[in-house]
Structures are given as C-alpha cells and as structure tokens.
C-alpha cells in the first residue's frame, strides 16, 4: 500500500514541478529584481544593517499578544532552517548532483526580493481583530487586494498540506532516521517524543512560540556552522574542486561515481529549485503568516527582515552543508539524505561524535521547525473553518511524524514534500506578481520616509492600498 501511494506521489511531484514551474518561478522572482532595480544587490548591507545589525531591538514587548521583529524572524528562520538545510541538501546532492547547488543558489538570489515583497505584504494587508489578535498571510491579501476569494482558498489548502507533509511529517522523520541510524532507537519513539514537545511549546501561543525560536535557532545556527567550517579548514584543498564541480555541473550532466548514478542537468536544475524553495521558503507564502505578527513601525522594514532570513538559510546554511559533503567525497557511498551527512561529519569527528554531533542538530533543527510550522498551520486553518474548528482540529498536526515514522525511503517520501511546496507557493507567487505594484508603492514610502502606510495607522484605520493606488 505504501509503495504505490510513494510511487503516485513521485509522479505527481515530477508533473508539478515540471519546466513550467520553475520558469514561472524564476519569471515572478526576475521580475519583482528588475523592477526593484536589484534592490538586494545594491542595499545588500543596508538590509544586514537595518535587521541582523539591530537583532535586539525589543520594540515588540510593548504588546505582549505580537512578537518583536527578532522573534518573528527566528519563528521564520525556524519553519527555514531544519531538514532542508541539512537531509534536504543531501538529497537534492544525491539526485541532482553538484550542479543542484548552483540553482539553489540562483534561487536564493532572486529569492531575497521575492521574500521582502511577500512578508512587506503580509504585514500591510494583516487582520488585527477586536482582541488585538492578529492574523497575516497570503489569503489575507490576495482576499483584501484582489478579492480573489478562490485563489486564497487554494492558497489556505496547500499551506495545510505543506504543514502535514513539509514539517509535521518530514521533520519528525528525519529526525528518527538519524536516531535509528546513529543509536538504534526506535523511530517511533523518537517521533512520538518530538510530537510531545512541539505540542507543549505550541499551544501555548504564538508568544511562547516566538520566545522559544528567539533562544533555540541563533544558537542552534551558529553551533551547527561553527562544526562545519571546522571541517571545511580541514579540506581546504578540496574547497576549489567543488566550487569548480557546482559551476560545471549546473548545465552539464554529473557522472557517475562509485554509489552516485549520476544526474542530468534537469534534475539538477529541478532538485536545486525544489529544495531551495523549501529551506528558504521565498515565493512559498509561509513566512508572511508569522511576519504579520511583529510589532514593527512599517510593512517594509519587517520586509527586509525576510530578505536577510534567504541569505541565512541558503547563501550560508545550505552552501555549509553542501560543501561539507562535497569536499568530504562521500556522495560516492551511496547513501542519501541524512546518512550521506552523517558519512561526512565522521569523515573529520569520530563516528560517535559525528552521530551524536548530527542527531542533537538535526533534533533542534526539526524540532523548531516542527513548532514554527504550527503557526502556519493555524493561520490555515482558522482562515478556512474559523477559530471555532482550529480548536478541535489543531491535534492532527502532531500526528503524520508517528504515524509514516516507518517508512525508509526517503527520496521517495521526499516528493510528499515538493508536492505541497507547489501547492501553495503558485497561488502566492500569482498574486505577487499582480501586486508587485502595491509592493514598490510600500518600499517607496519607507525609503522616502513618507511613512504614510505605517503599520500603527493601518492597523487602526484599514486604509490599505487598492490596485489604483499603484
């Protein structure tokens, strides 16, 4: 039975990810560059300046039902940074090939602005109720700016799915697979123990939440990079043939080698934009549900936040990981996903170190994501069945980890995830395209000062720019 659900869903993936789709992909995120005249080229460190540059400010503690613009960005570093960055990157290496990386990285380029437009939206077009209780994204500004009340729908739905399959599923299942591989521990129980705590942390708000991504993801970050550049000092000499390799590899075939069958330049194409669109979610339409709750002065400032989290995620995340495993030589094992990581970090640590160096990292990476997703999820939901049914439905979410915790192939289990990364990020990446103008009219009024669409005064009088704004 599993085995051809698995083999449906490998077929879907590959139709919906067709040429079509990352043309399209490509087009919205070239164009939103072009007409912000490469605003994250030129004022790339006027964004670090103005987001990691003032990471404490704690203007957000004035309304204890939002989070700061920091923790709003851990949140979304949190539903970024966790099995994309690490199982992810593995996978898209032991399909695509070296080539796999480039893409990502073109993504990620272009990606920036997409992430700044959509957040920037997110945050003018957010609904704040009678309680001061706010909810944000997509379907918010595709109903209030379009009135496209179908395609917010549909957007809502592949958010849903994307939660169940990317984060709730994935995360926990990667994270039992590297405890499985490295201790012997059974799966279940490891996805059981995740559902628990993510459970725990989650119902408590979208405040406990964003406390919890505040402490855990910059530590978490920096621990895991720090391990990795060590083992990029010791291969030094082989950092210059994978540069090499990523750039060579990205319009020519790679050839097999030793367990590496080898891929074709589509699949390195497909495999690079795929996951990179999964790790750093820009275009996806995740990231503004968590940013509409950030106590920030103007749309657009949040907006630059989402730029900064892109080049975080994949610029140096990613790129620590695939050259990790690159260097290390050990895409030629066979192996794929989380263990081809594991084979790298033994290479440089002990075995014992390295497995339990991988687990606690990709415990803390999924296990964030795990909770971030879960404000995704909500906004979803309460957006399609009211605040009413969320109430009752909101246990589903721990499930589908302990449930599909057996299954063993991963490349096949990761096609579930493609599947709803499409889902709801062409919905999202239509209606960006139709409001890029609302978002250069947003960007205007910050880098003028004008200030005209501050967050304070359209959260009080709804005057929210329409299509004739523009």
């Known amino acids: ?48 300046r103005n987001t990691f540059g003032r990471m404490f ?20 570093l949190a539903g970024t940074v966790g099995m994309g960055n690490m199982a992810g990157v593995a996978t898209a290496l032991s399909i695509g090939g070296p080539g796999a990386i480039f893409w990502m990285w073109v993504l990620a380029f272009f990606g920036m602005i997409t992430k700044a437009a959509e957040v920037t939206l997110g945050v003018h077009y957010r609904e704040v109720d009678e309680n001061g209780h706010i909810h944000g994204g997509p379907m918010y500004y595709i109903n209030k700016a379009l009135g496209w009340k179908s395609l917010a729908v549909l957007f809502s739905i592949g958010v849903t799915i ?3 399959f990317s984060s709730s ?60 550049v060590l083992i990029l000092v010791a291969n030094a000499s082989q950092l210059p043939n994978v ?4 750039f060579r590899y990205a319009l020519a075939p790679a050839p097999a080698l030793g367990g ?21 979610e820009a275009g996806l339409g995740t990231a503004p549900m968590v940013h509409a709750n950030a106590e920030t002065p103007h749309p657009f400032k949040q907006g630059l936040w989402g730029a900064a989290e892109v080049f975080v995620d994949t610029t140096v995340v990613c790129t620590i990981t695939a050259f990790v495993i690159l260097s290390s030589g050990v895409i ?8 081809m990581l594991l084979d790298a970090f033994a290479t440089f640590y002990s075995p014992g170190f390295a497995n339990g160096f991988i687990s606690v990292a990709i415990l803390t990476f999924c296990l964030s994501t795990q909770i971030g997703f879960f404000v995704y999820f909500e906004t979803a939901l309460v957006s399609l069945f009211g605040e009413d049914f969320f109430l009752y439905a909101r246990w589903i979410y721990f499930l589908p980890g302990v449930v599909f915790a057996g299954i063993s192939n991963v490349d096949q289990l990761w096609a579930l995830a493609n599947i709803s990364v499409a889902a709801s990020a062409l919905p999202n990446l239509v209606a960006l395209l139709v409001l890029s103008g609302v978002f250069m ?9 004008k200030n005209q669409f501050a967050t304070e005064i359209t959260d009080e009088n709804k005057q929210y720019i329409r299509m004739a704004q523009r």
């Open 169 to 228: 599923l994935l995360q926990a299942h990667t994270v039992g697979r590297a405890f499985d591989a490295s201790y012997g521990i059974s799966p279940y129980i490891v996805t059981g123990a995740m559902a628990i705590i993510t459970a725990t942390v989650a119902i408590g708000g979208i405040r406990r939440i964003g406390r919890f991504c505040e402490a855990l993801v910059p530590f978490m970050t920096m621990i895991y990079l720090a391990g990795g």
């Open 1 to 48: 039975m599993y085995d051809a659900f698995l083999t449906f869903v490998t077929s879907l993936s590959d139709l919906m990810w067709g040429p079509w789709t990352m043309i399209f992909i490509a087009f919205v995120s070239v164009y939103l560059t072009v007409r912000s005249r490469f605003f994250q080229v030129f004022s790339f460190f006027y964004i670090m």
């Open 441 to 449: 009219a947003l960007m205007k009024d910050y880098l003028s000062g």
């Open 332 to 339: 030629a094992n066979g192996n794929t996903g989380i263990e």
């Open 243 to 246: 540069l090499a390799d990523i």
């Open 57 to 76: 400010d704690r203007s957000g503690d004035r309304n204890n039902e939002r989070m700061t613009p920091f923790q709003a960005t851990s949140t979304s």
């Open 162 to 164: 994307n939660c169940f």
């Open 260 to 280: 590496f069958a080898g891929a074709a330049v589509m699949s390195a194409i497909q495999m690079g934009m795929a996951r990179g669109m999964l790790s750093n």
